[in-house]
C-alpha cells in the first residue's frame, strides 16, 4: 500500500520562499516517477513538477525558473522548492507517485 504525506505548506507574502516535502512509504520508492501537483478553487488539477527516477526534471511554464523539484531515494522523499511565490500560485500541493497514487494535499496561500 503506497503512503503519501505532504508537509511545508503554509502562508506566505508574494515573492516568498516555501519548500513543500513528501514523504512516501509503501513502494520502492526508487524507481518511481515522482510529480507536484496543485489545484486552486475553482480549477482543475494542473501538473506542477515532475522528476523521474533518473533525476530528469520537467516543469509546467508557470513555475519554471522560480519552482525546484528533488528527490532523495534513500529517505524516500520528494521536495519542491517554491521561490519568488505569487498570488497565483495559492492552491492545494498534491504529491503523486506514477499518477497513480495521491497524498492528501497541503495547502499554499501566497498574499500579495
Known amino acids: 500500500q503506497v503512503h503519501l504525506v505532504e508537509s511545508g505548506g503554509g502562508l506566505v507574502q508574494a515573492g516568498g520562499s516555501l519548500r513543500l516535502s513528501c514523504a512516501a512509504s509503501?513502494?520502492?520508492?526508487?524507481?518511481?516517477?515522482m510529480y507536484w501537483y496543485r489545484q486552486a478553487p475553482g480549477k482543475q488539477r494542473e501538473m506542477v513538477a515532475t522528476?523521474?527516477?533518473?533525476?530528469?526534471?520537467n516543469y509546467a511554464d508557470s513555475v519554471k525558473g522560480r519552482f525546484t523539484i528533488s528527490r532523495d531515494n534513500a529517505k524516500k522523499m520528494v521536495y519542491l522548492q517554491m521561490n519568488s511565490l505569487k498570488p497565483e500560485d495559492t492552491a492545494v500541493y498534491y504529491c503523486?507517485?506514477?499518477?497513480?497514487?495521491w497524498g492528501q494535499g497541503t495547502q499554499v496561500t501566497v498574499s500579495s
Open positions: 503523486n507517485q506514477d499518477r497513480a497514487y
Open positions: 509503501g513502494s520502492i520508492f526508487s524507481i518511481n516517477t
Open positions: 522528476i523521474t527516477s533518473g533525476g530528469s526534471t
